[in-house]
């Protein structure tokens, strides 16, 4: 199993600093008072000396040059002497526990720091209490690595009194979340701790302006719409089903009519409306239609709805309203006030790439993501950017490392929040909206409406309304002739072959294989049969993944070997045909992979190759190819009840077996490949 695509995850969720350091609420202040004591601000070099002597430190022999500094840390490896050092210098103090947070996890955080600053860093002994660390570069670099360095250690204090010592104040307040349990064990009093967390996050809220969300002025036309025309709208438009996922309270406001033109959606917003008859799009699409007055008015949306439907321009267009709406300038706003998540980085670049179509009020957006450049990431983000699409694993790297300030963020979208589960980043979302305040827009797309989505929501989500377009790739699948193959697993190399020795030269395929292994070999094997084809799966690397995808969306090849990377979102048009040359482990992958042709009225071809190990998945195979008017083939019938004698047989011998103690044949097994349960 170790194969398996799931350990293409480029950011593992064990990957993370265990501890969350909050953000520091307010800007940092020019000087900061550590223990009562001035920590120095932004004097020049030219004070340095004289600085480090005013404060009375007499072991200066340490920074003056003559000291060993093979114990300091520095971003480059940190052997070199001061005196070498050309430029300015100053040294500067810091809490010796905070040190960590200048050099950061594996010296990543000290390096970004000399990147962003330019300037050189070196962290040199502790004197118990300070550290000192030595800046050395021109004014200007000095200057801004101080800067940094001193916003980065800076403590939120929620309740600092003048004079007192912090490190005296946290280690008396840390007492008093502990207490004794039955056995006269000290352990943490995590009630009182909540409770004083929660107690500090709020007075970090009460200090922001408040949200505005509610930029939704109905048109006339629209508010005139009966009921009967409503229901028969959503009906016509893919059954479209809205509704308020949970109780629906009293007080709340009723669910708004559709939209049906962009008109109706953007006439207060003409800069909008331009932006939308540049991609001469002729009406919205019908989770458009319904979203805009949902997301204008400020409510939170679930749009169970999967790429294709145009989800993205229906979070997209009010997050830009959003943005520019608030009463502080997005200029002067401390972080980015827009939050895209997504499971992978293909769809993180898709998302931004269909951001960057839509330019709005000089809104700016930058994609962060694992395997792209980290120092341009965070480059940027230092520049100041409105909207942060973004992995969780980059999200959280970037936010630990105090590169990017969540405090503001107010709209937030989690994009495919199904797959971001599957992919086991639950814990990465939970970290990444622990900090962001509760009074935010919250919205959800997913494909499918699973227990671990509906938590999700429960926890953040206020009062969602949710807006089920059904399965556009279902819908999909009605233009797809599926066509079902039956092998065995040595035939399916020879039968994929021959499929492509007889390929239409104009044929656009993807072949979809189960294991990153099984994707290597086959690619490996078309070119050396000298046939071109590209690649995508979690070896690969992120240029190489990006493009294999530009290769066959400009038709370079027409022919690419994926792993379920490539299964959702992704949108290579004019594909004709897709080859499950292994089925999939869900069939709700299988439905993905099926609806990546067919698509855009088009017609497509899928071919699904069944081996007797699949067998576990014939009768859910069979619901999806009835629903689509498909042909079902006896044989999968019988696969499927086969699959439920078994099971039943199975129940059975459990049962009886349950009052026989250990021992006896076969015991266990999985359904799908156990020795005893043959097909
Ligand atoms: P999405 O579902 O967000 O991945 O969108 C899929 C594609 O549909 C993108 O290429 C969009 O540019 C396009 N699209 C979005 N809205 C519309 C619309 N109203 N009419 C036609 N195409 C659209």
């Known amino acids: 199993m170790a194969d398996f695509e799931d350990d293409w995850i480029e950011e593992s969720p064990a990957d993370f600093a265990p501890a969350y350091q909050p953000n520091a609420a307010g800007a940092a202040p020019p000087t900061r008072q550590y223990r009562g004591r001035t920590f120095r601000g932004s004097n020049r070099n030219s004070s340095n000396d004289a600085n480090w002597r005013e ?28 005196q070498r050092d050309s430029g300015n210098k100053k040294v500067i103090y810091v809490p010796s526990n905070k040190v960590g947070r200048i050099i950061g996890k594996g010296g990543t955080k000290i390096k970004d720091l ?39 250690v800076e403590d939120f204090k929620p309740h600092e009194k003048e004079g007192h010592d912090n490190k005296e104040d946290s280690g008396t307040r840390s007492k008093e979340f502990f207490k004794l349990n039955e056995n006269g064990d000290q352990v943490i009093d995590w009630d009182k701790l909540n409770a004083y967390h929660n107690q500090v996050q709020q007075s970090r809220y009460e200090k ?9 002025k109905e048109d006339p036309a629209v508010a005139a719409m009966s009921d009967e025309e409503v229901k028969r709208w959503r009906l016509e438009n893919f059954d479209i089903q809205v509704k308020r996922t949970f109780d629906d309270k009293p007080g709340l406001r009723k669910i708004p009519n559709p939209v049906l033109t962009f008109e109706q959606a953007f006439q207060h917003y003409p800069d909008i409306l ?70 992978t980085r293909e769809l993180a670049i898709q998302i931004d790439k269909e951001v960057s179509k839509y330019q709005y009020k000089g809104i700016k957006s930058v994609c962060l993501y694992g395997g792209g450049d980290r120092r341009e990431q965070i480059k940027v983000v230092s520049k100041g950017v409105d909207i942060v699409i973004a992995t969780p694993g980059r999200l959280n790297d970037l936010v ?12 937030i979208v989690l994009d495919e929040a199904d797959r971001m589960l599957d992919m086991g980043f639950e814990p990465q979302i939970r970290k990444s909206l622990f900090d962001v305040r509760p009074d935010r827009q919250t919205v959800m797309t997913s494909a499918t409406w699973p227990p671990g989505v509906r938590r999700l929501a429960e926890s953040y989500m206020k009062d969602p309304i949710q807006v089920n377009v059904g399965s556009l790739d279902l819908a999909a699948v009605h233009t797809v002739t599926q066509k079902i193959l039956f092998v065995e697993e040595d035939d399916k190399e020879p039968a994929l072959f021959d499929f492509l020795n007889n390929m239409d030269p104009n044929d656009k395929v993807i072949i979809f294989c189960g294991k990153k292994a099984t994707a290597v070999h086959i690619s490996t094997e078309l070119c050396i049969k000298g046939i071109d084809c590209q690649s995508l799966h979690g070896d690969r690397d992120q240029t190489d993944r990006e493009a294999a995808l530009n290769d066959m969306v400009d038709g370079s090849v027409n022919i690419l070997v994926a792993t379920d990377v490539a299964s959702r979102g992704i949108d290579i048009k004019d594909l004709t045909h897709v080859i499950n040359l292994d089925f999939p482990r869900h069939i709700e992958e299988y ?3 099926v609806g990546r042709t067919g698509r855009a009225g088009k017609t497509g071809i899928s071919l699904t190759f069944v081996t007797r190990q699949d067998w576990g998945s014939a009768k859910e195979l069979i619901k999806i190819l009835e629903e689509a008017n498909q042909e079902v083939p ?46």
């Not at 047989?649 to 266990?668: A, D, L, T, V, Y």
Request: without cysteine; hydrophobic residues 30%.
């Open 591 to 593: 439905v993905h992979r």
């Open 114 to 152: 000399q990147y962003e600053s330019d300037a050189r860093i070196k962290v040199g002994d502790s004197n118990g209490n300070e550290t000192d660390v030595t800046l050395t570069g021109t004014d200007d670099a000095i200057s801004k690595a101080q800067q940094m360095i001193e916003k980065l």
């Open 55 to 82: 404060r009375g430190n007499t072991s200066n022999s340490n920074s003056s040059g003559s000291g060993d500094y093979r114990r300091n840390y520095d971003g480059a490896g940190g052997r070199r002497d001061y």
């Open 400 to 411: 630990l490392a105090r590169h990017l300030n969540i405090i503001n963020f107010s709209y």
């Open 208 to 216: 922001l302006p408040p949200i505005i969300k509610d930029f939704y």
């Open 274 to 343: 331009t932006e939308i008859y540049k991609q001469d799009f002729t009406t919205p699409s019908p989770i458009q239609s319904q979203a805009w007055p949902i997301l204008l008015s400020g409510e939170d949306m679930i749009g169970i709805a999967q790429t294709g439907t145009g989800k993205t321009l229906a979070f997209l267009l009010p997050a830009l309203i959003h943005i520019d709406g608030q009463t502080v300038p997005k200029e002067e706003r401390e972080g980015p006030t827009v939050l895209i998540l997504a499971p």
């Open 634 to 679: 006896d044989e999968l019938h019988q696969m499927a009840s086969r699959f439920e004698a078994m099971k039943l047989r199975r129940e059975k011998e459990k049962g009886e077996g349950s009052g026989r103690g250990r021992g006896g044949r076969g015991g266990g097994g999985s359904y799908g490949r156990g020795r005893r349960d043959r097909w």
